[in-house]
C-alpha cells in the first residue's frame, strides 16, 4: 500500500561504512563532534578570528524500511530560500554537490567520516585533503542550501528503489565567518520529496 | 514513518476493455503496481474511494484509506506514450522541529505531455 521511509543521520564507523544510525524524529544539530546528540549544547561552532570554521558534515537520507510498494525514486531536496543564521560574510548552510548526476552520496559505500578539531571546527567538504571524498574534487563541491527551493529542486537520488534500504545523502555543514553573530540560530526547514508508486 | 493514507487510488484499463484497480472492489485486497501490463494499457487515472471500498480495505488490510468525494481523474495512452503516474510524498525537515509530513500529490500524465499534480483535496494544477 505504502512504503514506510524515514529521515535518517548516519555517524561514525569507518569511510564507506558508518556504525552508527539514527532516524531523525524530534531535531537534529549541526556541531564540531561527529556524533547525533541534538540535546548535546557543549559542541557548538565557535566563531574564528579569522577565516571559517565549520560544522562536522553530516550525512542525512531517506530510508526505506518497510511497506508495501513496487518502486521509489526521484528523490528531490530543497529549502525555503532563506536561511536566518547570522554566519557572517561568505558564510551559510551547505550541502555537498556534483558537476553533474544526483547530488546525493551513495551509502554507504561513499559514506566519508566526518573529521576535524572537537570543539573546533570540522574540515571543510572541499578541504583538498580532508574533504569529503565524494564532492572535495568536484568543481563546484559545495552549494548553498538556499540555491535548492521549490522551483529549483536538487536531485538527490534517482535510482528506482525496489526493496528496503538506504537512499543517496545529503550531506550538509555550516560555515562560519569571523563576523558571525554568536548564539543559538533559528529552526531552519528544508524539504524532502519522493516519488512512490 | 509511514506516508499519510490514501486518498486515491489507480485504476488501469487494457486495450481488451477489462481493468485492474489498485484495490479490489470485491475483498479490498491490494494489486500491485508491478503486476501492471503497461504495454496493454489504454486508459489510467486516480480515483477516490468511496466508503464501501475504504471499509473493505480496512477489514482486507487494516489500512485506512480516506473516502471523498473529490473527481476521478484519467488519461488515455496511445501507442508509444510513456506514463508517469506516483505518488509523490513531500517530507518537511525543520532542523529543530523534526519531520512532517506534508500532503501526498497524486501525479499522472505523460513524458513530453501534460502531467497532472492532483492535491489530497481535488485541487489540480498542470504542469
Avoid at chain 1, 561504512?17 to 547525533?36: G, M, V, W
Avoid at chain 1, 536561511?83 to 551509502?107: A, H, K, Q, Y
Amino acid at each position: 500500500m505504502v512504503a514506510t521511509v524515514g529521515v535518517y543521520q548516519a555517524n561514525g564507523g569507518s569511510d564507506g561504512a558508518p556504525s552508527i544510525e539514527n532516524e531523525i524524529t524530534s531535531s537534529t544539530r549541526l556541531q564540531t563532534k561527529d556524533q547525533f546528540d541534538p540535546n548535546d549544547t557543549s559542541y557548538p561552532i565557535p566563531i574564528p578570528t579569522s577565516g571559517y570554521n565549520y560544522s562536522y558534515w553530516i550525512h542525512v537520507y531517506l530510508k526505506i524500511t518497510g511497506g508495501t510498494f513496487t518502486k521509489i525514486n526521484n528523490v528531490k531536496f530543497w529549502s525555503d530560500g532563506s536561511i536566518s543564521w547570522t554566519f557572517g560574510t561568505d558564510g551559510e548552510l551547505r550541502v555537498g554537490n556534483r558537476d553533474s548526476g544526483d547530488i546525493g552520496c551513495p551509502m554507504d559505500t561513499e559514506y566519508d567520516v566526518a573529521t576535524g578539531t572537537e570543539g573546533e571546527t570540522g574540515h571543510s567538504i572541499n578541504d583538498a585533503t580532508n574533504g569529503h571524498g565524494y564532492y572535495k574534487d568536484q568543481t563546484t563541491p559545495t552549494k548553498s542550501v538556499t540555491d535548492w527551493t521549490s522551483s529549483n529542486k536538487a536531485t538527490v537520488d534517482s535510482t528506482d528503489h525496489t526493496s528496503t534500504g538506504k537512499c543517496k545523502a545529503v550531506v550538509l555543514q555550516a560555515k562560519v565567518a569571523s563576523d558571525a553573530t554568536q548564539g543559538e540560530q533559528a529552526d531552519e526547514t528544508l524539504y524532502f520529496s519522493y516519488d512512490e508508486i | 514513518m509511514l506516508s499519510p493514507p490514501l486518498v486515491f487510488f489507480w485504476v488501469v484499463e487494457y486495450e481488451n476493455g477489462k481493468a485492474l484497480p489498485q484495490f479490489d472492489p470485491e475483498n479490498g485486497f491490494e494489486n500491485r503496481w508491478a503486476n501492471v501490463d503497461l504495454k496493454r494499457v489504454r486508459r489510467v487515472g486516480w480515483y477516490p474511494f468511496n466508503f464501501d471500498l475504504a471499509s473493505k480495505i480496512k477489514q482486507a488490510t487494516g489500512q485506512r484509506v480516506i473516502p471523498s468525494d473529490n473527481p476521478a481523474y484519467t488519461i488515455s495512452l496511445k501507442k508509444g506514450d510513456k506514463l508517469i503516474l506516483c505518488r509523490r510524498n513531500i517530507i518537511k525537515f525543520d532542523l529543530k522541529d523534526g519531520i512532517k509530513r506534508e500532503k501526498t500529490i497524486y501525479v499522472l500524465g505523460k513524458v513530453a505531455g501534460k502531467v497532472f499534480h492532483i492535491h489530497e483535496d481535488g485541487r489540480v494544477e498542470v504542469k
